[in-house]
């Protein structure tokens, strides 16, 4: 026995090995060694890594934040998870990775290791937001493949490395908001420098405490620079003229530093800039010249040592300002009347300078106009008008000293006006509690996630602007794909260093949090600016703050009594389950039906597939129902132009002045979340002379609204008579109201068949519209949804009967049918030959009008048009012979006088198809 069993034990051992070898390879069964053994040693130097983490030991396997490629780690994002602990050597073991994204953890701090620099294959560097400190690695510069770096709202000091300037390929460098100290590195015979960003279009380095002259070898005119951003520094020396070379440049901030001399005069040359802030230096010298630069939006010259003189003449000639700032200055004579008549003027900040003389605003003052701050000038008399109702602060100068002491431009006034907020009004003052916030999309309390945005250019000043900041939620949603609705916006404000600052809260539909994959993927958005802001925004960054995830893995202890206990009632529990299961079964049919009412996009969830998530947009808007509640005056019975089976058309005034169509869908006709997104995005996208365009739509608390162009139209028969432009998704004329007349489920069925394919309109497509038009008069039907039925059923119809007027009695509407046109027949083969399925197959619009106005002569009825013709055709000849609309012979015309296509024919008999 003892030699059997010491005979057995070289065949235990080589079944241990061979176990133990099938463990380890299990251990990391999808993950390289190197790449598990360097992401275990970082998992146990952080504190709360995702649960994943911990379930398994397989990073590409299951590990949330993990991406993989043939078992190499290739991408790491883990932000806005709360990690706490240090950045270890480890991370150089991941060699393979091209994206690391640490962004907005607090937790993480200490030093940047060196090892970073053996990511060789590293693409996107990002670290905003978290608490490292120490210096920049030199070692970054030898990631070659780098294109996005961003170091920003961190702790480091020291100097900014010259090995940046062997990034050949980086195009954002980010490293504001931190301490850094020294000069702006440049190249010389032995070391890189930031000159050699040939493709850098940010330089962002502002808030931090960088000193020295800017080299004129900084800047050159290959250089594709699109935001600068040096302000809150301590640079000094004279601006370099090479800045000027640089045309690419639209955002150039040099504000709060100690710059000194006079300001280049080829400045004047940065064509594409639109926000320019010279703030806090110590310039000198005459009043720049920046006359040709207009796309010029904001400028600011405040608190400088410019030469005393009157205004330049560009505050005159720039009509694209929404901002004019030039406070503690030496401005002299009059203030110029032609700066508060442009129409995009927002405010003008001039307190503090040397104006003298009467101030007249003038009569044509700019409409988004807001704010005139003169304070401590030498006004001695103003002339305001009744034109202007908004702020004018002339306290401090001796017209405030007459009779207008007592004027409400002579003492300090009030913000007549909020800042925007989300609106909660919906949502009926209903309250969460205090670790959660109302969703105002569906009006349930919820975690968002939440942070401040930072806008650092931006091109406007008011911050009560609807419009402005409905924008703003439009595109979080749609480029962030979430719920429509799900983002609430608070408190916008400029900070101490000019900067748009605005609360922001996202929130998770369904449901009350988002989970981690969720949250990782919307700060990776933020942070590496796959977001962008409407263009009005400009640049930008976001700080998240922590997220509270669901805490499910603690537990209690918990006695084996009360274990016991436990399992007894889970036996007779599961047994009232088991019946409950059924009953739930059909309340959750009946809930999903309520939801969908209640909340029509809630079905809008991100699903990384095409079909799903929030639609893609181009041009539309969202509206809040409060706004389109205002602009019809409650919808009054007065504002209604037209109805049907949807519901309701009404006309209304947006705040801008604009008129619109508004169609308001009935309960009963409302569609399906997933219908009315794609309708919505189609209808966006469609644009064409001959079509009323879809200005924007409403989906709040159980309302379906779109918002269209407004078009004033005549009846049908004038809208046939000579000017056809009844077509499309809707310019239809409605002949009880007289105006326009669109349908929510039924404009699909108006759009040119080929339109999907080929995504563009033509005349054709007017022609196919219209023939659709000129079915639903005979019949009596409108086409529903996107199935053209009224089209299928006349030419079914058709296909089927040999009588006169194609067995279409039956379906025929009554007031057609007792008119008992002669050239009826003709009228329903015109009709049928407009909707071909081959836009070659049917006529052109002009061809299509004479047909109609002589039909229409034929039958006795004055068309009143100019253009109709003895000699109208009719298409059904062979090419190149023009007959009569009843079948008579005629003499081929010149081509151009049917402004023909070219190369059209119709056989003379219809096919059904």
Known sequence: MRESAAGMAPIRLLIFIAFFSVQVHFIYGATDSRDGAALQSLKDSWKNTPPTWGRSDDPCQDWEGVKCNNSRVTALGLSTMSLEGKLSGDIGGLTELTSLDLSYNKGLTGSLSPRLGDLQRLSILILAGCGFTGNIPDELGNLAELSFLALNSNNFSGRIPPSLGKLSKLYWLDLADNQLTGSLPVSTFTSPGLDLLKNAKHFHFNKNQLTGTISSQLFSSDMVLIHVLFDGNQLTGSIPDTLGSVQTLEVLRLDRNELTGEVPSNLNNLTNVNELNLAHNNFTGPIPDFSEMSSLNYVDLSNNSFDPSEAPIWFSTLPSLTTLVMESGSLLGRVPQKVFSFSQIQQVLLRNNMFNGSLSLGDNIGPQLQLVDLENNQITAATVGSAYTKTLILIGNPVCNTTLSNTNYCQLQQQTTKPYSTSLANCGGKSCPVDQKL????????????????????????????????????????????????????????????????????????????????????????SNQTYKPPKEFGPYYFIASPYGFPD?????????????????????????????????????????????????????????????????????????????????????????????????????????????????????????????????ELLSRVHHKNLVGLVGFCFEQREQMLVYEYMS??????????????????????????????????????????????????????????????????????????????????????DNSDEEHYGLKEIMDPTIRNMGLIGFKRFVELAMQCVEESASDRPTMSELVKAIETLLQNDGMNTNSTSASSSATDFAASKGVLTHIYGDALPKKDANEFDYSGGYTLSAKIEPK
Request: with cysteine; aromatic share 10%.
């Open 713 to 798: 139209n005549g009846t049908l028969r004038e809208s046939l008579s000579g000017n056809l432009t009844f077509t499309g998704t809707g310019k239809r004329a409605d002949s009880t109201k007289g105006h326009v007349s669109t349908q929510v489920k039924g404009t699909l069925g108006y759009l040119d068949p080929e339109y999907y394919m080929t995504q563009q309109l033509t005349e054709k497509s007017d022609v196919y519209s219209f023939g659709v038009v000129m079915l639903e008069l005979i019949t009596a039907r409108q086409p529903i949804e996107k199935g053209k039925y009224v089209v299928r059923e006349v030419r079914t119809t058709m």
């Open 439 to 526: 969703s105002p999309q569906s009006c349930e309390c919820a975690y968002p996630y939440e942070g401040t945005m930072y806008f650092r250019g931006p091109s406007f000043r008011e911050l009560s602007n609807v419009n402005l900041f409905h924008s703003l939620e439009m595109s979080l949603w749609v480029k962030l794909n979430l719920t429509p609705g799900s983002i609430f916006l608070q408190n916008p404000s400029f900070n101490i260093d000019d900067y748009l600052q605005v609360h922001l809260a996202l929130f998770p539909s369904p449901g009350k949090y988002f989970n981690r994959s969720e949250v990782q993927r919307i700060g990776f958005e933020l």
């Open 552 to 680: 499910t893995h603690k537990r209690a202890s918990i006695s084996s009594g009360v274990i016991a206990g436990i399992a007894v009632g889970g036996a007779i529990l599961a047994i009232g389950l088991v019946g409950l299961a059924i009953y739930a079964i059909q309340q959750k049919k009946r809930a999903e039906k309520a939801i969908g009412m209640s909340r029509p996009f809630a079905s809008w969830v991100p699903s990384g597939k095409d079909s799903g998530g929030a639609p893609q947009l181009k041009g539309a808007r969202w509206f809040s129902y409060d706004e389109l509640k205002k602009c019809t005056n409650n919808f009054s019975d007065n504002n209604e132009i037209g109805s049907g089976g949807y519901g309701k058309v009404y006309r209304g005034m947006l705040s801008d002045g604009q008129i619109v169509a508004i169609k308001r869908a009935q309960q009963g006709s409302m569609q399906g979340g997933l219908e009315f997104k794609t309708e919505i």
